[in-house]
């Protein structure tokens, strides 16, 4: 940014004293005495007041400081004395939305294209789709930046908050309507609330797609696995093809010891998207129960190739230590153990 | 006292026919009472500090301490926690007393405590659980309480009071002890006494957990500690031998403990229930030590390699094929673990396939017992249920405090659940099994945490709607220990293995009870601590039967 002011110098001619000024505030910004340099910049607006160096100047050291409020009117005053200023674009961005005026700084910041910033602001000013979309693009250039993944996290929740009040308010009785209140109820923790709404939504439209899994899923945390079953079986008819949804069915069935159509399903849902760890654990765990060692051995090395120290991994060791303790392999079966037992030591 | 009868002669074995039974059981086995005389009620003084001790008492016996033929109740009480330091674990008022109810021919029960000697629970004790045996060998039952704080042997004098005779004894313990039992590991002829005990805690380290709510802490914000073994070494004295047998070299959590020789070698080995970590098998290594196996075993752990919260015990065949299972009650989002035996010191997780996973992952679950309540042949399970937490519900709303206690009905190796009988959930803590009014269906008594006990009758037999037979054997150990804990008795195919000791701070009858299905005769096979094996052929169903150890070789 200082860079960019003494360049602004190059066609401006100021007078030499204004000059002087911009050079010791440019001089003391840098040295981050931002005192000093709000100083020497309003010296510089008022020997050259229409320099939109000295205000752009004068706005940063006033960011610098922390007063974004007292930055907005001399930021404003450089782009009203050149419109072409896009870092004093950014910086009027930056401080309107530092200052809580999102809708105002969202030009500036399209402008200056800063799509971090902009998402923030459009995020703040109630635009979700288009703060999700300027989020993800700024997380794309810079990966594991946690302010952008949070801001990002909580722009596509509101979005999709927006999108289910949008449908309650377009049409408050569908099947939809009542599945959104199901989940509200369901994330409640409010079972009877949830069951009621989703069992509406189903009688209004049976063949929802994802009501069922939903319902199944509420079930199956409450450890009502035959209840959980019937739902997650009807989700499979709807849907063959959701593996999501054979999973949770050979997941209720392994809970209630009906191993091999719990293993079969588990199968299934493993072809259907295979290399997903949870999936191969359960896949593992049945075929173990249903007396298929080798099928068993081999989904749970998947596992602790995909998992490799996490928590199913842990689970996987344990599962094989105990197929090779049955083989009568002890060596093996100890290294699996001795795995099993890091992990757990590992745990937080 | 029960009649004398040993048959000998060839089996006539009638095949069991489970359906048939099944037609005949629509309705709750039990009914819930409390009948007139037991006056007693649990008294845990809650306090606003929550120490987790609070939680956890609620023993309870059922022995024939004056040998009338009818079971009697021993209750132990808590105690009152007072809030300043000095008030801590006050007995002295009689609502604190442990109690003792003899039992009358109608079926009610007469408060006999201060009578019997038993008033006096001890200065600075909380009482957990009690343990009930004849351990000198003189035909009278004695009782062990355990408490935080010390514990207490009262000798059964014979003529209906006892005598506290820890100090002589030697087996007074110290520290948080819970569940107990009596068991023989040397087979010397004279019983032995095994003490769980859970946390390294004092009322100094005590505390609560969470700021809103306030929560009883988990057990993992307390050091563990070790169990204690003292073996009989005859003449009213006792030897800690936990160092030496091994015992102490492993720190547990230990709530409950159950005994039987899973191995078949002839030597009586130790399951310990330890809370929030791996669990203990204590293999009897036949020379007076044991090796902690259970990793080994394959039930330290679920079939996921995950911690329970073990709690409750109990180590019996549930499916009939002659080798002691394991099934282990603990906390709500865990399944109740079932290890079922395979036979050469293995065993495999059956929690899924018995289907007690689908039943029991809500629940909190204390003391409990397989036995045969409908006399079909296969032992179903009882447990007393009810969360820690006296406010889980604020933490998660699918979880309960009080519970109602589960019954579930074994068909030939899976669990089905059935309605026990009871309405009202409780606080569910021990659970003592037996049968009250000798007829030969088992009943049950169940603690409450704060609260009165309920007595679960059993109605199978008085309602007649259920054709079943039975067999209750009482044995009688000459060269073996008196009450024959540790004989493995074999009736009809199935197998039983001789204690009082198992589900959590509790000592059932010492009987041993057969469900016999349709068969009107069974055949009997008794192998005695001692290695003596006797084998009883054509014997009529539907009858208590003393047994008395042979003297010589059958």
């Known amino acids: ?348 | 006292m029960f009649d004398l009868i040993i048959v000998r002669g060839s089996a006539a074995v009638c095949a069991l026919s489970v359906a048939a039974l099944l037609a005949n059981v629509s309705e709750s086995i039990f009914e819930v009472s409390t009948p007139g005389g037991l006056t007693f009620k649990h008294e845990n003084s809650p306090t606003p500090n929550k120490h987790l001790i609070e939680t956890m008492g609620g023993g309870v016996a059922l022995l024939d301490y004056n040998n009338d033929g009818l079971l009697d109740i021993f209750l132990v009480n808590s105690g009152r926690i007072g809030l300043e330091s000095k008030d801590f674990f006050d007995r002295g008022n009689p609502r604190y007393w442990n109690r003792l109810f003899r039992q009358n021919k109608d079926g009610s029960f007469t408060d006999v405590t201060a009578a019997a000697g038993l008033s006096a629970a001890g200065d600075a004790n909380y009482g957990m659980g009690v343990a009930a045996a004849d351990y000198d060998n003189d035909g009278f039952t004695d009782l062990y309480v355990t408490s935080y704080g010390r514990n207490i042997l009262y000798h059964n004098n014979g003529n209906g009071t006892f005598t506290d005779v820890t100090a002589k004894a030697g087996v007074a313990a110290g520290g948080w002890s819970v569940s107990a039992g009596f068991f023989d590991f040397d087979n010397d002829g004279k019983l032995d006494l095994f003490v769980t005990r859970y946390l390294d805690w004092d009322l100094k380290h005590s505390k609560s957990c969470g700021v809103s709510p306030k929560i009883y802490c988990s057990p993992s914000e307390f050091p563990g500690t070790t169990s204690l073994l003292f073996r009989n070494r005859g003449g009213g004295t006792f030897e800690d031998v936990s160092a030496v047998s091994g015992i102490a070299a492993k720190k547990g959590k230990a709530l409950g403990v159950a005994f039987a020789d899973y191995d078949d070698d002839g030597f009586t080995d130790i399951f310990v229930a330890n809370d929030g970590m791996e669990q203990f098998l204590f293999h009897n290594n036949r020379n007076g030590t044991f090796t902690e196996r259970a990793i080994e075993a394959g039930v330290a752990f679920t079939d996921d390699g995950k911690r329970i919260s073990g709690m409750g015990v109990d180590f019996r065949d549930y499916d009939n094929d002659g080798r002691p299972d394991i099934v282990v009650t603990d906390l709500a989002r865990q399944n109740y673990a079932v290890f079922h035996n395979e036979g050469g010191g293995a065993f495999s997780s059956q929690t899924l396939q018995t289907g007690i996973a689908a039943l029991t992952g809500n629940s909190s679950g204390w003391g409990m017992r397989l036995e045969d309540f409908d006399n079909d042949g296969w032992k179903d399970l009882f447990v007393a249920q009810g969360h820690v937490m006296d406010n889980v519900e604020q933490i998660d709303p699918a979880v309960h405090y009080l519970e109602l206690p589960m019954l579930a009905m074994n068909r030939e190796g899976r669990f089905e659940r059935a309605d026990s009988g009871a309405s009202v959930p409780v606080a569910g803590r021990g659970a003592a099994f037996g049968d009250l009014n000798n007829d030969g269906w088992i009943d049950v008594v169940m603690t409450v945490l704060g609260g009165k006990p309920q007595i679960y009758r059993n109605r199978l037999g008085a309602s007649k709607r259920n054709s079943a037979h039975w067999l209750t054997l009482a044995l009688r150990g000459t060269r073996s220990n008196r009450d024959a804990f540790g004989a493995r008795v074999l009736v009809n195919g199935q197998s039983q293995y001789v204690t009082s000791a198992g589900s959590y701070v509790s000592a059932s009858d010492k009987r041993v009870h057969f469900g016999l299905g349709m068969a009107t005769t069974a055949k009997i096979e008794i192998k005695w601590p001692s290695g003596l094996v006797q084998k009883m052929d054509d014997v009529r169903a539907d009858q208590f039967l003393n047994v008395i150890e042979p003297q010589g070789p059958q």
Do not use: C
């Open chain 1, 1 to 348: 940014m200082i860079a960019a002011l003494l360049m602004l110098l190059a066609w401006q001619a100021p007078p030499p004293e204004a000059l002087e000024h911009l050079k010791t505030g440019a001089d003391a910004l840098n040295a981050n005495k931002s005192a000093e340099a709000v100083a020497e910049f309003r010296k510089t607006t008022e020997t050259a007041p229409n320099l939109p160096a000295g205000f752009v100047g004068l706005g940063q050291a006033l960011m610098q400081s922390g007063d974004y409020q007292g930055a907005i009117a001399p930021l404003k005053r450089a782009l009203e004395l050149n419109s072409d200023l896009p870092g004093a674009e950014q910086l009027l961005g930056f401080a309107l939305l530092a200052v809580g005026y999102a809708n105002e700084a969202i030009p500036h910041l399209e402008k200056a294209q800063a799509i971090d910033a902009l998402g923030v602001a459009q995020l703040k000013a109630g635009k979700f789709a288009e703060a999700t979309a300027n989020l993800q693009a700024a997380l794309a250039k810079r990966p594991g930046d946690v302010d952008l993944m949070y801001y990002l996290g909580r722009a596509s929740g509101l979005l999709s908050r927006q999108a289910f009040e949008e449908l309650r308010a377009t049409d408050p009785e569908s099947a939809r309507a009542h599945q959104i209140l199901g989940e509200t109820y369901a994330v409640l923790r409010n079972t009877a609330g949830a069951e009621k709404e989703y069992r509406e939504a189903l009688r209004l439209r049976p063949g929802t797609p994802g009501v069922h899994l939903e319902l199944g899923e509420m079930y199956a945390g409450v450890s009502q696995w035959d209840k959980a079953e019937a739902e997650f079986r009807a989700e499979s008819q709807l849907q063959p093809g959701d593996a999501e949804a054979a999973f949770r069915l050979g997941d209720a069935l392994l809970q209630q010891g009906k191993v091999k159509e719990a293993h079969r399903e588990l199968s299934r849902a493993n072809d259907l998207a295979p290399g997903k760890a949870d999936v191969l654990y359960a896949l593992g765990k049945a075929a173990s129960l249903d007396r298929d060692k080798a099928g068993a051995e081999k989904a749970w090395l998947a596992v602790i190739g995909i998992d490799k120290d996490g928590p199913l991994a842990g689970q996987a060791h344990f599962g094989l230590a105990g197929i090779y303790r049955e083989r009568g392999d002890s060596a093996k079966s100890d290294a699996e153990m001795k795995e099993f037992q890091r992990l757990q030591r590992a745990k937080p």
